[in-house]
């Protein structure tokens, strides 16, 4: 497990860091990864956007961002699909100038039950969209981190992430969601996509559903995990993915307590 010392995020949606999080969380001194959903991105003035990034600046912590992923689907088949799916993430890249982000998690969204005799046309017209959108993100100092969903292997992102082939377009290895869908094991996902790996969220669950629960309270394989990352030298960004305020304090807890220093 990591050590104290190590920097450690916390995923809090826009809307609930604005409303209620923002003083805890920096009386804390959490740094922050803030998720944007379509619907803040409508919802708060940019006045509202500069008000929460002052304030974290203030209090000198570090900022990721996770891109909207609802509905998206940035290599579609369908252009006008694919061409909606890139302005919602690019309205966050817009953000970047005022927060400074480190980097911008999204979802490339690909799921082998959907692309049915499609996946090479979805590889094509990802590798599109994410090596305009690392072009991009280069610009604007962060860059753009492809996260693991309904992946059941690491193949199809390794070839993505391959192709691209920009130091701006790196991996976040989701913990919860390998431990649902993938059918190979850990020790590949870590060999095939160790090298590109920037961010890492952590979250547990029974195997069967993507619960969010604390660490250590389901059966992902976390002692495992921290020491592959050890052994092949890797530091990704740890972000705490917890969906209750409960859960994050417990995940914390255990991440940083005195028994696994």
Not at 80 to 91: D, F, H, Q, V
Not at 176 to 197: E, I, T
Request: charged share 25%; hydrophobic share 40%.
């Amino acid at each position: 497990m990591p050590t104290r010392e190590e920097k450690i995020m916390v995923h809090v949606p826009f809307r609930e860091l604005y409303r209620q999080y923002l003083p805890v969380l920096i009386e804390r001194r959490l740094n922050l990864e803030i998720s944007f959903d379509y619907s803040s991105l409508v919802e708060f003035s940019e006045r509202d956007f500069l008000y929460v990034a002052d304030e974290i600046k203030k209090a000198e912590l570090s900022v990721t961002f996770h891109a909207p992923f609802m509905d998206l689907r940035p290599g579609a088949i369908d252009p006008g699909i694919r061409n909606l799916s890139l302005k919602r993430i690019e309205s966050v890249l817009s953000l970047a100038p005022i927060f400074s982000p480190l980097c911008v998690v999204c979802h490339p969204a690909f799921d082998r039950r959907y692309y049915v005799s499609t996946d090479e046309q979805w590889l094509k017209n990802s590798i599109e969209t994410w090596t305009y959108l690392a072009e991009r993100a280069d610009r604007l100092g962060t860059i753009i981190v492809l996260e693991n969903v309904y992946e059941e292997d690491p193949q199809v992102l390794a070839r993505l992430l391959s192709a691209v082939d920009s130091s701006t377009c790196r991996f976040c290895f989701d913990t919860g969601h390998f431990n649902v869908f993938s059918r190979v094991p850990l020790q590949k996902w870590v060999d095939k996509l160790g090298k590109f790996m920037f961010e890492v969220h952590l979250h547990d669950n029974d195997g069967l559903n993507d619960e969010h629960r604390p660490i250590g309270t389901g059966n992902f394989p976390f002692d495992l995990f921290f020491a592959l990352l050890k052994e092949k030298n890797l530091s990704p960004i740890l972000t705490l993915e917890a969906h209750r305020e409960e859960d994050l304090w417990e995940s914390l807890s255990t991440l940083t307590g005195p028994s696994r220093r």
